[in-house]
């Protein structure tokens, strides 16, 4: 696990030159990038700016983080999103799994997203690249059992799923239940009602979840976000615990 890379919206305030600076002063060597402020899917601009900054910077895109929304976008987006994402070397595209919880979705809306996935899936493809959907509350995609029964209908290898908790007692079993589909983590230590913390204060929760990824044999996207006060001086410590952490459960299984 030393995939350790961080979503760029973590300084949606800060540009883009800011955002590489962080990850060179992190000793951090991949990124993904925002599609709400870095890089919208339709900045010519932003996109140069983009690939000449990770060229002078030694970065790479692990993901291109859109805010494509199944069942809520114009379907002529995604072509863009596409262009994008391979134009920056991306090789994952981060999309969000409908606009209502995994609870309210109908049996017909279900089933128009699984055929919008299959088709933004083969697009996606020919490019040679995944689409993984955000993990995320007020979406489908919010539970383990739901998450890999929409994976499942849709059946397409380069479809796969982020992963992140929600302080409660369901993330254990929501990430045991999406490992096999697993590609990007969001680490951020948050209780349930949003208020955040230092990594550190959530050491052993994360030590755990890492030690059942670690003892999985894949090897996710580690991608840190949000930090307290949107600061960068927290972020470095954020950084150094989780390398500490990593470092913890490598140990334990030697």
């Not at 994402?85 to 017909?108: H, L, N, P, T, Y």
């Not at 128009?112 to 690249?129: F, H, Q, Y």
């Not at 979840?209 to 670690?214: A, G, P, Q, R, T």
Request: with cysteine; aromatic share 10%.
């Amino acid at each position: 696990m030393k995939n350790i890379s961080f979503t760029t919206v973590t300084f949606r305030k800060k540009s883009r030159r800011a955002v590489c600076e962080i990850a060179e002063k992190n000793c951090i060597k991949y990124l993904e990038w925002g599609g709400d402020v870095h890089l919208p899917p339709n900045d010519d601009i932003a996109l140069q700016e983009c690939i000449s900054l990770q060229k002078e910077f030694g970065l790479t895109s692990v993901s291109y983080g859109s805010y494509y929304r199944l069942g809520t976008e114009d379907y002529s987006l995604w072509a863009q999103i596409v262009n994008t994402a391979d134009k920056i070397g991306a090789k994952i595209i981060r999309i969000w799994q409908g606009d209502c919880s995994s609870q309210k979705v109908s049996a017909e809306k279900l089933q128009a997203m699984v055929n919008e996935t299959k088709r933004l899936a083969d697009i996606a493809d020919e490019k040679g690249l995944t689409v993984a959907f955000e993990f995320h509350k007020n979406t489908n995609n919010d539970n383990g059992k739901s998450a890999v029964a929409f994976l499942t209908a849709v059946n397409k290898p380069n479809v796969k799923t982020y992963w992140q908790p929600f302080s409660t007692d369901a993330d254990t079993e929501n990430l045991q239940a999406v490992l096999p589909h697993l590609v990007c983590v969001h680490i951020f230590e948050w209780n349930a009602q949003g208020r955040r913390y230092s990594l550190k204060h959530g050491k052993d929760k994360w030590r755990a979840f890492l030690k059942i990824i670690e003892n999985s044999n894949t090897e996710p996207y580690l991608i840190m976000e949000f930090v307290k006060h949107d600061s960068r001086h927290q972020f470095a410590k954020d950084v150094k615990a989780l390398i500490d952490i990593i470092e913890g459960v490598s140990d334990e299984r030697i």
